[in-house]
């Protein structure tokens, strides 16, 4: 079991900038996949950005050069560096891991943190 935590939204205005965090409860490093969503209200959640095993990253076309996808393997800790926010970006942002346990895909999801960009 992993529990994940994530931290650091709020509101803040257009053009301005975030750091969410997501504290897992052990190492995740060693996943295959870790990775931020997101839901806005009467939308369906949505991958924002993604590190797989081998540190390939993959982002959204919405977020491309704006938000960067980062882990601190010691603090069993990932980030997500969001700049130059939009009203757009506001949604309840979610930290993922998925791994493979006795065979079989096991995901984790944090409790979700809200962002709220004002324009």
């Known amino acids: 079991q992993v529990q994940l935590v994530e931290s650091g939204g709020g509101l803040v205005q257009a053009g301005g900038s975030l750091r969410l965090s997501c504290a897992a409860s052990?190492?995740?490093?060693?996943?295959?996949?870790m990775g931020w969503y997101r839901q806005a209200p009467g939308k369906q959640r949505e991958l924002v950005a993604s590190?797989?095993?081998?540190?390939?990253?993959t982002y959204v076309d919405s977020v491309k050069g704006r938000f960067t996808i980062s882990s601190d393997s010691a603090k069993n800790t990932m980030y997500l560096q969001m700049n130059s926010l939009k009203p757009e970006d506001t949604a309840l942002y979610y930290c993922?891991?998925?791994?493979?346990?006795?065979?079989?895909?096991?995901?984790?999801w944090g409790q979700g943190t809200q962002v709220t960009v004002s324009s």
């Open positions: 993922n891991t998925k791994t493979i346990v006795s065979g079989i895909l096991t995901e984790y």
């Open positions: 590190v797989r095993s081998g540190g390939m990253t």
């Open positions: 052990r190492s995740i490093s060693g996943n295959y996949f």
